[in-house]
């Protein structure tokens, strides 16, 4: 059986949450679990949704490998 390791390079992740607060601690724990695997923040993403009376953040964070 042959095992192989592969260097992951880019990643993306989407969130969404009712409230910002949980939106952020969503990312920033994400943030956290990707920098053991040597992934930093490349950039982020993020929208407002209001629909039937409710709000909606989404947000998209792009991880790079560590140079």
Same mark, same amino acid.
């Given at each position: 059986m042959n095992f192989q390791l592969d260097l992951i390079k880019d990643k993306v992740e989407f969130f969404e949450a009712a409230s910002l607060q949980e939106l952020e601690?969503?990312?920033?724990?994400?943030? =956290?679990?990707n920098k053991a695997i040597m992934l930093r923040v490349k950039s982020v993403s993020h929208q407002t949704l209001v629909a =039937?009376?409710?709000i909606l953040y989404s947000a998209?964070?792009?991880?790079s490998a560590e140079a």
């Open positions: 601690k969503k990312i920033n724990t994400q943030i =956290e679990n =039937e009376g409710r998209v964070v792009h991880f």
